[in-house]
């Protein structure tokens, strides 16, 4: 059974990951009101592609180490997902295609903002109850 630490580790990695969309979505509108040019947009973006797939896929890696069997298969269908687009070969921005696929990368982003903030939140209920829960067997 997973402890407090694998939860604590949780929360920040989601933390890490809910701002790497939001700067996404911050660099996209950039894009879209033509403060940046796409060139310049997909040089910064592509640098946090390939991180922020391998931190959550390491995050739920942890997961099925330690045996937390309902967050494992919580987070099993966006890590299948990213390995799909890394098969796929799809992964990385193009300069010369971003405005034809930028809706569908905008999509994406707030999707897995969602994701990434609804997680923050379950992981932060979990480490709370863990470590209540270890306060209890403690005073036993």
Known sequence: MGGWWLFLFSVLAAA???????????????????YINPI?????LNQFVLPEMIAHCVLTMLF????QWFTFLLNVPLVAYNINKVN???????????????????????????FYL???????????????????????
């Open 64 to 67: 099925l180490l330690c045996g």
């Open 40 to 44: 310049d947009l997909c040089n910064k």
């Open 16 to 34: 890490g990951l809910l701002f790497t969309m939001v700067f996404f979505i911050i660099m996209f509108s950039d894009l879209e009101c033509d």
């Open 88 to 114: 796929q070969k799809n992964h990385m921005y193009d300069a010369t295609e971003i405005f034809r696929t930028l809706s569908g990368h905008k999509r994406e982003c707030f999707f897995k903002l969602g």
């Open 118 to 140: 609804l997680s923050f939140f379950y992981y932060l209920y979990r480490m709370i109850l863990a470590l209540i829960q270890g306060g209890l067997e403690v005073k036993r």
